[in-house]
């Protein structure tokens, strides 16, 4: 299978160990190539946020015909029962930054639909069902959960708490529904795998440099665990 795994910063990405030479540099970004068993494996250093996320995407899926996108990497918490350290993988993904505004407050809307009013139907990004149980295969203590992606960083606890009571999410972070409106558009399966580097409160950016490398290398040991039984 041809696997696309995408990391926003070099802390994600550099326990995949990609080779010194790029396979080609597309978008202002270095693709790698490499082998995990049977599957052929394109790495990318996507950049920050959703935009970034969506172009790599694009990338992997149109220039390198990959399958399959996983993207590895660390996250804020908003469940007050999770810690720093716990891995959350998306079972639903929201856009939270994306709606309509109505009396002061934001409505959200499903990634790609029509912005207005009160939505009907609204469903997240779903996690593909086949991929789940690989997944239980691999990790059989994998915590699954309603992750939000937005454009901002979480260093407040108001709005964690705001945040947590109207999605009842684990996490948060700023490519992964992106990566999966992608995936959605092009036919794609993805997955989304996160280990929590802070707890999006007011102590966040000091908690996520110090927890930084060992958030991002469980979320790798996982990935690489899933790899396996793929």
Known sequence: MRIGILCAIPEELRHFSPSSLPAARLGGRDYFQGKHGSHELTLVE???GKVNSAVASTVLIQHFSCE???FSGVAGGLDPSLQIGDLVIAEELWQHDYGTIIDQELIAHR???L??????????FRLDEELKAKIQQAYPDARFGRV???DTFLNC????QQLFEKFQAQAIEMEGAAIAQVAEQFGVRCMIVRSLSDLSGEESMEDFPTFLKEAAARSYRVVNAILGVL
């Open 115 to 124: 912005p207005m009013g009160i939505p009907k139907e609204n469903p997240p």
């Open 148 to 150: 939000l992606s937005g």
């Open 46 to 48: 996507s950049g920050i």
């Open 157 to 160: 606890k108001e709005t964690r």
């Open 68 to 70: 399959l996108l996983i």
């Open 111 to 113: 990634a790609g639909t």
